[in-house]
Structure formats: C-alpha cells, structure tokens
C-alpha cells in the first residue's frame, strides 16, 4: 500500500503562487506516475498534472505556462508550482500515484487551495 500526504495549500489572492508538496511513503515511488488533480465545488475531479517516471508531463490547458510539476525521487515528493493564480483555480488539490505495472491507483487526502479576486 501506498500512502500520500498533501500541504502547502491555502489562502491566496489573484496572481499570487503557491507551491503544493505530496510525499509518498509505501512504494517504490520512482516508478510511478505521479499527478495532481482537482475538484472544485460543484464540480468532478479533473486531472490538472501529471508526470512519468521518464520525466514526461502533461497538463491541463487551462494550467498550461502557469503551473509545473516537479518531483524529488530522494525525498519521495512530488510538487505542483502553480504562479499567476486565478479564482478559478479554487478547488481542493489531490496527489495521486499510479502504478501502470500493478494497475493500481493511490489518492491523498486533498489540500484546499483558494484564490481570491
């Protein structure tokens, strides 16, 4: 079993930044897919990043040039920088791990994250 615990979320107004942490305990975390996804109210989950063991990343459009996902395989972390913040990037944010051998997918807890006009 996978386990992933969020922070860095909160509080901030339009055009500010915030960077979000996931650290992964349980698995061998280089070798999974790592993303973040979102929901806000009213609203499904969406993937918003993601990045795979190569390196590769992908990205939402609406996130695209403003948010970067990083990840730190020595601290088992994954990050989401996200700059230029929008209200319409109100949501809770979610990490996820997903193992493409073992077909298995992991959720952390969520972290809020508000932007203010």
């Known amino acids: 079993q996978v386990q992933l615990v969020e922070s860095g979320g909160g509080l901030v107004q339009a055009g500010g930044s915030l960077r979000l942490s996931c650290a992964a305990s349980?698995?061998?975390?280089?070798?999974?897919?790592m993303a973040w996804y979102r929901q806000a109210p009213g609203k499904e989950r969406e993937l918003v990043a993601d990045?795979?063991?190569?390196?590769?990343?992908n990205y939402a459009d609406s996130v695209k040039g403003r948010f970067t996902i990083s990840r730190d395989n020595a601290k088992n972390t994954v990050y989401l920088q996200m700059d230029s913040l929008k209200p319409e990037d109100t949501a809770v944010y979610y990490c996820?791990?997903?193992?493409?051998?073992?077909?298995?997918?992991?959720w952390g807890q969520g972290t809020r994250v508000t932007v203010s006009s």
């Open positions: 990045m795979t063991p190569g390196g590769g990343t």
């Open positions: 349980g698995g061998t975390f280089s070798i999974y897919v």
């Open positions: 996820n791990a997903r193992s493409i051998i073992l077909r298995r997918a992991y």
